[in-house]
Structure formats: C-alpha cells, structure tokens
Nanobody, 122 residues
C-alpha cells in the first residue's frame, strides 16, 4: 500500500513537502513518480525518480521549484514543492512503475497510492 501525506492549505509562494510511504511493499528497484489531478482536469504526471536516486525527471512547469527524492531506509519518496502557484491546487498521488525508465517518464505506472490534497490560495 502506498500512502501520500503532507498536503494542506498554503498561500501562493509557500512550500510543502509531500511524502509517500510504502507499507507491505518495497520500493526498491522501481521508478517512483508523483502525479496531480486538479479539479475538473485530467491527471498530470509531474516527476519521477529511479529508486537508486541517480536519475530524476520533471515536467517543465515545475523545474527549479519541485524536488523529488527518496529515502531507502524509510521506504519513502518525497516531493518538495517550493514557490507554489494557485493553479497547482490538486490532489497529489504517488505511484510505482515496474517497467523501464522511458515508460516511467511517459507517465505509465502500475500501482497507485491514495492522494493528498494540496490547496494553494492566491
């Protein structure tokens, strides 16, 4: 089971750090990603990381503001979000990709966790 946490209500320009912890499932050897779904919109792939942590990918709109990382010992992946914008209000989800890195950065994932709501006020 994957469980995302850390969401909340913040003002534009603020920061949040989301966490995604796996229970009963190791994240080792897989690619991990974060997605978001804004009200009335389709789910959007945001960022991914290999479990080794050596390779990361970000969509253009979050580059320089968001940072994905993982803690092997805690079986957890994080998303540090800085300078948040109101249009980034969404439910944020973490997910695991069992396939290739190419597949992961295309947003093709196999297992999803429950999301956490991030609300950014203007």
């Amino acid at each position: 089971q994957l469980q995302a946490s850390g969401g909340g209500l913040v003002q534009a320009g603020d920061s949040l750090r989301l966490s995604c912890t796996a229970s009963g499932r190791t994240l080792s050897g897989y690619a991990l990603g974060w997605f978001r779904q804004a009200p009335g919109k389709e789910r959007e792939f945001v960022t991914a990381i290999t479990w080794s942590g050596n390779t990361k990918y970000y969509i253009d709109s979050v580059k320089g503001r968001f940072t994905i990382s993982r803690d092997k010992a805690k079986n957890t992946v994080y998303l540090q979000m800085n300078n948040l914008k109101p249009e980034e209000t969404a439910v944020y989800y973490c997910a695991i990709s069992y396939g290739s890195w190419t597949r992961a950065i295309r947003g093709d994932y196999d297992y999803w966790g429950q999301g956490t709501l991030v609300t950014v006020s203007s």
